[in-house]
């Protein structure tokens, strides 16, 4: 549906995607806050902070609480929306959960500080995005459903036009297209917005990377599209696996029609900031200059530059680096077999796996994983095309398929959570931690609150303190 001309709107992802995608996710709230004021004054749509893989890695490696560091965060960017990014069904886990635990954890993020959920489905079934969308605008936070781009047999621009309707029709607030590997190409993003914006209403919203070195190219061209919203990153963690540049688009597009209107000075003094950060990450180890290089590998395989690295891991391991390009011709053929789903979590890995294991055995499909087998089973929801019923068949032998939405299968989980980490679990927000991440989040609690306890001293310390 045709709309007037309006400024460009810009998500800032410089405090989630784009560390998680340029340094496994390591920046630390501490690095985060000295830029909050600046960033607060710049006018953005929101700032991308919360979700993703940032719950699993505070825990993991960095100490910190994931629902703390968002109640930080929300007292320090009064002004901006804060939005994060969830697996639907999924959460920020890597299965599917019980509908009353997506309730409690949408709850507990917009009460923490989340303004805008982000809300996507390796699969895109629909039906394993809905229960996290109703429960988003039940409590008072903007829907925004995303389409995983990618390209198949199955996936052109019809069937991405009628996903976004079928999204709209759910109750979407705002439609995102996540081109998670960089593989929506310039042209093809101009006529892919434009057919969604004739037959939508709701607001389009792009998240690209750079990974290709095509990334500013499709922003622009989505732009003179009719986009209304891109995720962009403040230069210190842009390009590369990263986002495009905030100051790069905001520059190009000042004086026209689209201007964003945000201060490039605010921004200088932001990217002064998060250099230094960049810079001691670099010294740390923990950011690799590998990931700004373009890898127009991922054109060819179709392969997210996350997925690559993964891969790599697991050959090294294996001491059969040799192996590398027999991998990424394996990986598009399990693909093909297992129904063309979207290679982003969990997906990619699930299909990158089964293709390192056929490889290395040297028997396509001798052995599968327990995940390959329950993307096989339906355990994940519908996948978008045919399956190659020989390899399910050898997968899951006569097990039935599932058909219906998966979540439907399981029985409410929070009580028994309850139940299960009630001596360690003192919140709501700790039992949602125990329940994404069991094996993490006990340990991870007992050492937090073992630290409370220390720091309460005793009167006649604190006044040998402070004499």
Known sequence: MASQIKPLKITDTILRDAHQSQAATRMRTEDMLPACPILDRIGYHSIECWGGATFDACMRFLNEDPWERLRTL??????????????????LGYRHY????????IKKSIENGIDIVRIFDALNDVRNLECAMKFTKFYGGVAEAAISYTISPVHNEEYFVQLAMKLEEAGADIICIKDMANLLLPYEAFSLIKAIKERVSVPIHLHTHNTTGTGDMTNLLAVQAGVDIVDTALSPFANGTSQPATESLVATLKGTPRDTGLDLGLMSEAAAHFRGVAEKMKNEGTLDPKVLRVDTNTLLYQVPGGMLSNLIS??????????YYDVLNEVPRVRADFGYPPLVTPTSQIVGTQAVMNVLTGVRYGTFTKESKGVLRGEYGRLPGPVNEEVRKKAIG?????????????????????????????????????????????????????????KREDPVKTIRVYY
């Open 74 to 91: 929300r007292k320090a960017l009064p002004n901006t929306k804060l939005q994060m990014l969830l697996r639907g069904q999924n959460l």
């Open 398 to 454: 006569d097990d039935p398929v599932i058909t219906c939405r998966p979540a439907d299968l399981l029985e409410p989980e929070v009580e028994q959570i309850r139940a299960e980490f009630g001596s360690i679990a003192k919140s709501d927000e700790d039992v949602l931690l125990c329940a994404l991440f069991p094996k993490v989040a006990p340990g991870f609690l007992e050492k937090k609150y073992a630290k409370k306890e220390e």
């Open 314 to 323: 697991q050959l090294k391991q294996a001491k059969a680096e040799d192996k």
């Open 98 to 105: 019980s509908d009353d635990v997506v309730e409690l954890f």
